[in-house]
């Protein structure tokens, strides 16, 4: 079955330092791949997404994420990370060709960042 | 971006009662609505997609007899929780597709049964 993987749970960060979130799917087909973001007390948000083109997408807020197809990764990236980054961020898969486009969802990565 | 709303924003219901959950998309019309179940420290799963006009699809594992799915419109879709029982307890995430094929996701919904 298809999944989605996000390599750590919990990530603490003072301000400032760089930010790279793994995830990694399994799937041999074509993917759309998704970051979403949820505040404290809100709902997900989208952050970037891949369809096709340039494997290295820039988002909202100063995210990135790179998709790297031999690895099947598409870690998330941030130079200087802030105080309101704090979240719970949600790497996503949606299959082509698969049902309705339903997305697969990792199970999320906390980011702590310390002022 | 568009916006999806989710009514009520929480519920705690006695055991044995039913649960409506409402999830409208405020401002784009949804052809189709996706509703999603989150346990704690964990990822969302897919519970089921809902269609306008049709029957929704529900994943394995779901059942369609107790989780109740509605699209009747282009903006709503609602879930019963029929014969709501403890383990039922859970955040309810509703998505909504829009013609560009983003979904937008709703606040959520906790669901608490006694």
């Known amino acids: 079955a298809q999944s989605v993987s996000q390599h750590n749970h919990h990530v603490i960060l003072s301000e400032a330092a760089s930010l790279e979130l793994g995830c990694n799917y399994s799937y041999g087909g074509t993917v759309n791949l998704f970051w979403y973001v949820q505040y404290p007390g809100q709902h997900l948000q989208l952050l970037l997404k891949?369809?096709?083109?340039?494997?290295l997408v820039k988002g909202i807020k100063g995210f990135e994420a790179e998709f790297i197809k031999s690895k099947f990764s598409f870690n998330l990236r941030k130079p200087s990370v802030q105080w309101s980054d704090t979240a719970e961020y949600f790497c996503a898969v949606s299959l082509i060709g698969g049902s309705q486009g339903n997305l697969i969802f990792g199970k999320g990565t906390k980011l702590s960042v310390k002022p | 971006g568009a916006v999806v709303s989710q009514h009520p924003s929480w519920v705690i219901c006695k055991s044995g009662t039913s649960v409506k959950i409402e999830c409208r998309s405020l401002d784009f019309q949804a052809t189709t609505m996706f509703w999603y179940r989150q346990f704690p420290k964990q990822s969302l799963m897919l519970m089921a997609t809902?269609?306008?006009?049709?029957?929704?699809?529900?994943e394995q594992g779901v059942e369609k007899d107790k989780f109740l799915i509605n699209h009747a419109s282009l903006t709503l879709s609602t879930l019963t929780v029929t014969s709501a029982h403890p383990e039922d307890s859970s955040f309810y995430i509703c998505?909504?597709?829009?013609?560009?094929?983003?979904?937008?996701f709703g606040p959520g919904t906790r669901l608490t049964v006694l």
């Open positions: 809902s269609n306008e006009g049709s029957k929704a699809t529900y």
């Open positions: 998505s909504a597709r829009s013609s560009s094929r983003e979904q937008f």
């Open positions: 891949y369809f096709s083109g340039d494997p």
